[in-house]
């Protein structure tokens, strides 16, 4: 365990689907991240935020949005998303520029 | 152009023998630099870093890494393999502004 839970750990969702993914530490980190680990590649970093502030999108579609509402807690909201967005979605935290601490991840499958 | 490059996607090896499992990274600022392990099903668990100081870093489960200047590498390596060490393996850099970058992955597959 390192101290970051993440629920669901599996989602099964239509593309018509709106859905949740939640992220949770309690390590006094002030940085959160939201990963896709997929096949294809390997590990993409999707958003940052630090102390609850977005520092950065990676050119992201708007169907996935991430809030933060303080910086123990980190959500992935889910819309109208496509088959090719299944994959293992990970949340990580951190303290400043140290080592990031990942949940199990959350395994979505959109059929 | 990548941060951090990872140039093996597949490293085999012998049980007991050592591993090396490779990482470069490009030259821009103080790097900080790190080593994560994944084995199936799960996340990413941090082994080492290097800020700065010694080069050479030891990490959990008998692992470490020589971060080289002149190479700009961050190789990992443990002196005597297990096959519980097979997993997939990442190298990872940040940099003062905050960027995180994760290579591609290698697999380790060690052999009984």
């Known amino acids: 365990e390192t101290g970051v839970t993440q629920t669901p750990r599996h989602l099964v969702m239509g593309m018509t689907n709106k859905k949740s993914l939640k992220c949770e530490q309690h390590?006094?980190?002030?940085?959160m991240y939201w990963y896709k680990q997929s096949a294809k590649k390997p590990l993409e970093l999707m958003f940052v935020?630090?102390?609850?502030?977005?520092?950065e999108n990676n050119s992201v579609p708007s169907r996935f949005s991430p809030e933060c509402p303080n910086s123990s807690h980190l959500f992935l909201h889910l819309h109208t998303l496509q088959p090719e967005d299944s994959a293992l979605y990970l949340c990580?935290?951190?303290?400043?520029?140290?080592?990031?601490?990942f949940g199990p991840g959350t395994r979505l499958t959109v059929l | 152009a990548q941060s951090v490059a990872q140039p093996e996607d597949q490293v085999n090896v012998a049980e007991g023998n050592p591993l090396t499992v490779k990482c470069t990274y490009s030259?821009?600022?103080?790097?900080?630099l790190f080593w994560y392990v994944q084995y199936p099903n799960r996340g990413l668990q941090f082994l080492l870093k290097?800020?700065?100081?010694?080069?050479l870093v030891k990490g959990s489960y008998g692992f470490e890494a020589e971060f080289n200047k002149s190479q700009t590498s961050f190789h990992l390596k443990k002196p005597s393999a297990l096959v519980s060490d097979s997993a997939l393996y990442f190298c990872?850099?940040?940099?003062?502004?905050?960027?995180?970058?994760f290579g591609d992955g290698t697999t380790l597959t060690v052999k009984p």
């Open positions: 990580a935290s951190s303290l400043e520029l140290n080592e990031q601490f």
């Open positions: 390590l006094g980190h002030n940085a």
């Open positions: 935020y630090n102390f609850k502030e977005q520092t």
């Open positions: 030259v821009s600022g103080n790097p900080y």
């Open positions: 290097y800020i700065t100081g010694d080069n």
């Open positions: 990872a850099r940040s940099t003062n502004a905050g960027k995180s970058t």
